[in-house]
């Protein structure tokens, strides 16, 4: 299994080079994990822009072909320990990657799919995956 960042959804909605292929393997191997922190950050680009009405409904379809995994309290102590980790060592990678790590950790998903290399590969237990 393997859970998708806000990088993919965002290539995805930007066409970006590379990143329709590999959503083609992912959708191929089974189902599609992300988290509510990362359809939160999608949102709010949207509802930052300009063309909020169209963007709306693209970024509503766009995300109905995920299973939306949540911030419960097994996530939130994990992402709490994460944080003490990474602060101990003088290496914090910023709230919304640290949730999206311990939703990610706490629901048995090891993997994650991200641009966003550099923070992610700091996390004790997850595996970065980028395209």
Do not use: C, W
């Amino acid at each position: 299994m393997r859970l998708v960042d806000t990088t993919f959804l965002i290539d995805l909605l930007k066409q970006a080079p590379g990143v329709d292929a590999k959503a083609l393997l992912l959708q191929e191997e089974g189902e599609l994990f992300t988290t509510e922190i990362n359809v939160y950050e999608v949102f709010y680009g949207v509802y930052a822009g300009d063309d909020v009405a169209d963007d709306l409904e693209i970024v509503r379809r766009l995300i109905d072909a995920f299973t939306v995994l949540p911030l419960a309290r097994r996530a939130s102590l994990k992402a709490a320990e994460i944080a003490g980790v990474l602060h101990k060592r003088g290496q914090n990678i910023g709230d919304s990657d640290i949730l999206t790590a311990g939703i990610a950790l706490a629901n048995g998903i090891s993997t994650i799919v991200t641009r966003n290399i550099r923070h992610f590969e700091r996390v004790p237990g997850l595996t970065v995956e980028s395209y």
